[in-house]
């Protein structure tokens, strides 16, 4: 460990914040955003359907980086709207996050057995009702371990808003760079060793919930025993 | 007892349904009077489950009508004229007919006194302490008061479809539809289920429309009996007939075949 392994670790940590809110802000977003689209993407109208899969190939399909760019650099010189940094990344965390996600949530909801829909049917829920009521709480236990990997994702893509200027971990460790040549390996390490304590929480976080949700729904929380709650 | 005179409870008037192709209903024309038990049997395939789940509002009609209680189920009035059904009209019909699935179909995310809660107070308009006395009430009915609290999946299957009986009953509908609702359970179990339907079938004026293969069952509680072959009626008559003196070969061999196998 280097002389100065204080200083660089409290200089990075000045950089927590920063991931620590781009992250939370950016699942946020994401969670708004998997929903109304993933919803979107199984509505029946048509022109709904494609306006969402616009939304999802569009970001999906395109680089985060140029996203970012564009939201903070080109956006300005087109209609002079400069976002604060850590705003900007936030939504492109969101925004490119949420197509990923929206295809979770299609996934999931279409995943709930058709017999389920045809009960609720039966006892005459409106179709809002049917998905409130019966299908998402359904979905939402097979969304859980897919969004876990989606948010772990966007933990790590956080880093990218270095390019930015906002000030988060990876950002903080470049200010270090010209000082501390020497010391790069042990910058990157704590880097590192940030992310993944913060993944830990993530992944800890989305077990509580997983737990919690196969609880209200009868179910062991075990992947194999799918089939017991249901039948 | 029905009289044929009355009024009908559903009305089906020259029904057919297709699937692509596939003519799985071919010109259905019945009356159903209310309180009446219609059973329906027949090979798999012959139709049945597709007449349960046009009055259930599951399918949409390829052509003719169904009306229950004088109101066009799978239309509307509109301008003068009968249009196709939309979703607000089918809303408001659908709350006079329930059915009982051979899968149960209960809701995993909801506890048995909230799966009998939840459309009374969603749909219906009871509040929350209303609701929650009619299906205590009906759980009595069902034998399963003690597991108001549980969750559908640690009960057995007959306990499942006795809750499913009970959500369909806390709707108070004037149609209830049993589609194999005994298919799906372990023998020893069937008869319980079975005996309820009957005792709610004599203690009750809802019009039943019945698919099952328990021809005991269709036997002991129908007022009348169809046979299915290939999407048409070929028989119509009250049980003691149809059971001890079918007058289609068709009939004949099905219930040997049935019998047989039971």
Not at chain 1, 125 to 154: C, K
Request: overall charge neutral.
């Amino acid at each position: 460990m280097p002389d100065n392994a204080n200083r660089i670790v409290s200089t990075i940590l000045e950089g927590l914040p920063f991931t620590v809110i781009a992250a939370v802000g950016g699942i946020a977003l994401t969670i708004v955003l998997s929903l109304a689209a993933g919803l979107a993407l199984l509505s029946r109208s048509r022109a709904v359907r494609v306006i969402a899969r616009v939304y999802v190939e569009g970001l999906r399909g395109t680089s985060e980086v140029v996203q970012l760019f564009w939201l903070y650099f080109a956006l300005p010189a087109l209609v002079g709207l400069q976002l604060v940094p850590l705003y900007a990344g936030i939504l492109v965390l969101g925004l490119n996050h949420g197509a990923y996600g929206a295809e979770i949530v299609r996934g999931a909801v279409r995943a709930v057995p058709r017999s389920q829909v045809e009960g609720a049917l039966a006892l005459s829920f409106t179709p809002a009702q049917r998905m409130r009521r019966v299908v998402l709480p359904q979905a939402f236990v097979e969304m859980l371990p897919p969004f876990g990997n989606l948010f772990i994702q966007l933990l790590k893509s956080t880093a990218l808003l270095s390019f930015i200027q906002v000030t988060e971990i990876v950002q903080r460790g470049e200010q270090l760079r010209p000082t501390h040549g020497a010391d790069l390996p042990f910058i990157y390490v704590v880097e590192l060793l940030l992310y993944l304590v913060l993944a830990l929480v993530i992944t800890a976080v989305m077990r509580l919930l997983e737990r919690a949700a196969c609880r209200r729904i009868g179910r062991e929380p075990v992947r194999n025993r799918f089939l017991g709650g249901v039948g | 007892m029905s009289n044929q005179s009355d009024p009908p409870m559903i009305r089906f008037d020259n029904v057919v349904k297709r699937f692509g192709d596939n003519t799985v209903l071919d010109g259905f024309t019945c009356r159903m009077a209310p309180g009446e038990f219609v059973t329906l049997i027949g090979p798999s395939g012959s139709g049945k489950t597709t007449i349960l789940r046009l009055v259930m509002t599951l399918e949409r009609v390829t052509d003719g009508l169904i009306e229950i209680d004088g109101s066009p189920l799978s239309h509307m009035h509109r301008g003068g004229k009968l249009v196709p059904a939309d979703e607000k009209h089918l809303a408001g019909v659908r709350t006079r007919i329930g059915m009982v699935f051979q899968q149960f179909n209960l809701f995993p995310n909801m506890t048995v006194l909230r799966n009998i809660t939840e459309a009374p107070v969603r749909v219906l308009g009871l509040t929350p302490a209303e609701a929650d006395e009619r299906a205590r009430d009906l759980l009595d009915l069902v034998g399963l008061a003690d597991k108001a609290d549980e969750h559908p999946s640690r009960l057995s299957g007959g306990q499942q479809q006795r809750v499913a009986i009970a959500r369909a009953l806390a709707m108070r509908p004037d149609v209830l539809l049993l589609d194999e609702v005994t298919s799906a359970l372990d023998p020893e179990l069937v008869a319980g289920v079975l005996g309820l339907l009957g005792h709610i079938a004599d203690t009750t004026d809802i019009t039943f429309l019945c698919v099952t293969h328990e021809m005991g069952f269709a036997r002991d509680v129908s007022d009348r009996v169809l046979m299915f072959d290939h999407g048409r009626v070929i028989e119509d008559a009250p049980p003691e007939r149809l059971f001890t003196d079918p007058r289609e070969e068709r009939t004949r061999e099905f219930l040997q075949a049935v019998v047989g196998r039971t």
